[in-house]
């Protein structure tokens, strides 16, 4: 589990047709089913999803973010065979407070199956750019097919990043692209 501060900075891309961010990367697939944030609830020191508990022993310290915010973005990511639930507070900007725990994949599962969850379906590839940061490029299907969105997580909102050339207009802090918008809405 992380409990800080996510920063990140958000892109479109250029150079789509020959797609230079394939060499050297890893690619997985990853489904992103969106929770409706009132349902999740916290007993003791427990997570529950509409009545359903999807998450045991959460430390005192996740306990207190997770009752001081409000306005969480959740979600349930699979990814290869791994089931992730995350809690992303308001974002300003570049930074969110984010939450994230493994969880049972079969809970996971029973949980998305049991809603219609606003979902998005995308291939990841991940590149270590020069400079020695990651790059995860997020090649969306389905409804999304042709969006392509780069994003590049740092240390500080300051920190010095080495843009690679196929990357095009920053799309940091524009609620319309963000994944959850994206699930919810579609193109904006």
């Given at each position: 589990m992380d409990g800080d501060l996510e920063i990140e900075r958000r892109f479109?891309?250029?150079?789509?047709?020959?797609?230079?961010w394939k060499l050297n990367s890893i690619a997985s697939k990853i489904r992103q089913c969106y929770l409706h944030s009132p349902d999740i609830s916290l007993r003791d020191s427990s997570?529950?999803?509409?009545?359903?508990?999807?998450?045991?022993?959460?430390?005192?310290?996740?306990?207190n973010i997770f009752l001081l915010n409000n306005e969480w973005t959740s979600r349930i990511r699979f990814r290869d065979d791994c089931a992730t639930l995350t809690l992303k507070?308001?974002?300003?900007?570049?930074?969110?407070?984010?939450?994230?725990?493994?969880?049972?994949?079969?809970?996971?599962?029973?949980?998305?199956?049991?809603?219609?969850?606003?979902?998005?379906?995308?291939?990841?590839?991940?590149?270590?750019?020069?400079?020695?940061?990651?790059?995860?490029?997020?090649?969306?299907?389905?409804?999304?097919?042709?969006?392509?969105?780069?994003?590049?997580?740092?240390?500080?909102?300051?920190?010095?990043?080495?843009i690679p050339s196929w990357v095009g207009e920053e799309i940091t802090g524009l609620h319309q692209w963000s994944n959850s918008n994206l699930a919810r809405y579609g193109w904006p």
């Open positions: 479109f891309l250029n150079e789509r047709e020959s797609q230079p997570l529950f999803y509409k009545g359903q508990n999807i998450l045991n022993n959460i430390t005192p310290e996740q306990k507070g308001k974002r300003t900007h570049s930074s969110a407070l984010e939450l994230e725990w493994t969880i049972d994949g079969v809970t996971a599962t029973h949980i998305v199956e049991q809603m219609e969850c606003p979902t998005v379906i995308k291939t990841r590839h991940v590149w270590t750019g020069p400079d020695g940061l990651v790059w995860e490029i997020d090649v969306f299907e389905g409804d999304l097919r042709n969006l392509i969105i780069a994003e590049v997580e740092l240390p500080s909102e300051d920190y010095p990043v080495v």
